[in-house]
């Protein structure tokens, strides 16, 4: 079955520093990849999305993430963290031919000053 | 342009009662869906429509209907509630055609507490 894996619930970062969240998934054919933001008490937000061509893939608020088939993964790293970015972040693959997308289960970002 | 809009916010019901949660996009858009947010499990589908007149389950439909009379239009019913269904739900909308590859618009979420 296929089935999306952040294996962080939470992560701190202190602010200027980078970072990385993980997404691992599992699904036989070419994924449609994205990553959405999630601030409190607010609907998700779309950041990037992968569905071929580059394996880098650019987003908004200085995001970017990786493809690689080979691991299954979809990484979102922001090479310096803002106290804005504080938020949950979902990684999230579409099924090919349907209508359904399904998420992880997310990763808590907190920034710390 | 609102984009994706629900009602309520917030809502508390006892055990067993009904209601139904509203969504409505201005967006023309052909596809909506149901989400459930729960901790540690990310968004779970519920129901999900691509068109008026046409809707098919998601992955946890149980204790909910749906219906969809206009494009605009997506409202969430729960015919008798139950704690189980305390979550919060979202609503999203998004165009059908190359849908595997668009991204959805969310709505601002209705936190349902049931007692």
């Known amino acids: 079955a296929q089935s999306v894996t952040q294996p962080d619930i939470h992560i701190t970062v202190s602010e200027g520093a980078s970072l990385e969240l993980r997404c691992n998934y599992s699904?036989?054919?070419?994924?449609?990849l994205f990553w959405y933001v999630q601030s409190p008490g607010q609907g998700l937000q779309l950041l990037l999305k992968?569905?071929?061509?580059?394996?880098l893939v650019q987003g908004i608020k200085g995001f970017e993430a990786e493809f690689k088939r080979s691991q299954s993964s979809f990484n979102l790293r922001k090479p310096s963290v803002h106290w804005s970015d504080a938020a949950e972040y979902f990684c999230?693959?579409?099924?090919?031919?349907?209508?359904?997308?399904?998420f992880g289960a997310g990763t808590r970002l907190f920034v710390k000053a | 342009n609102a984009g994706v809009t629900q009602t309520p916010k917030f809502q508390v019901l006892k055990t067993g009662q009904s209601m139904t949660l509203q969504c409505a996009q201005d967006?023309?858009?052909?596809?909506m869906s149901w989400y459930r947010q729960d901790p540690g499990m990310g968004l779970r589908l519920i129901h999900y429509?691509?068109?008026?007149?046409?809707?098919d389950q998601g992955e946890v439909p149980n204790g909910y209907n749906v219906s969809r009379s206009t494009t605009e239009d997506f409202p969430l019913r729960l015919l008798s509630a139950a704690p189980s269904q305390t979550s919060v739900y979202f609503c999203?909308?998004?165009?059908?055609?190359?849908?595997?590859?668009?991204?959805?618009?969310f709505g601002p979420g209705t936190r349902l507490t049931v007692l």
């Open positions: 999203a909308s998004s165009p059908v055609a190359g849908l595997s590859y668009n991204e959805q618009f």
């Open positions: 429509s691509v068109g008026a007149g046409i809707t």
């Open positions: 992968y569905f071929s061509g580059d394996t």
């Open positions: 967006m023309n858009h052909e596809y």
């Open positions: 699904y036989g054919a070419t994924p449609y």
């Open positions: 999230a693959v579409a099924l090919t031919g349907g209508f359904k997308t399904i």
